[in-house]
């Protein structure tokens, strides 16, 4: 079993910044899938978006709705995932969930707990 803790949400204007980190209980250096989805308001576990993907060979993908204002990225000395937002839009308001993929382990996928990320206009 791997727990996964998010934190790092928060309250914040539109055009501002927020860091969001993700704790692993375990080294993360094995992990085949790091990633951040979200789960906006009134929306249903399966709607949720992926919004930054992190692969065990170092590439990342972003839906085009985020691309160039997040980045993902891991200190594997912390097991710690990070996601990175900036220029932040209303519409970005959502429930941000850390997932991480181990092939290695039963079962494979991992969740966070989620954090509360919302931007104001």
């Known amino acids: 079993q791997v727990q996964l803790v998010e934190s790092g949400g928060g309250l914040v204007q539109a055009g501002g910044s927020l860091r969001l980190s993700c704790a692993a209980s375990?080294?993360?250096?094995?992990?085949?899938?790091m990633g951040w989805y979200r789960q906006g308001p009134g929306k249903e576990r399966e709607e949720r978006e992926l919004?930054?993907?992190?692969?065990?060979?170092?590439?990342?993908n972003y839906p085009n709705s985020v691309k160039g204002r997040f980045t993902i990225s891991r200190d594997n000395a912390k097991n710690t995932v990070y996601l990175q937002m900036d220029s932040l839009k209303p519409e970005d308001t959502a429930v941000y969930y850390c997932?991480?993929?181990?092939?290695?382990?039963?079962?494979?996928?991992?969740w966070g707990q989620g954090t509360q990320v919302t931007v104001s206009s």
């Open positions: 997932n991480v993929d181990f092939s290695s382990l039963r079962p494979v996928n991992y």
């Open positions: 375990r080294s993360i250096v094995s992990a085949d899938f």
């Open positions: 919004v930054a993907g992190l692969y065990k060979s170092g590439s990342t």
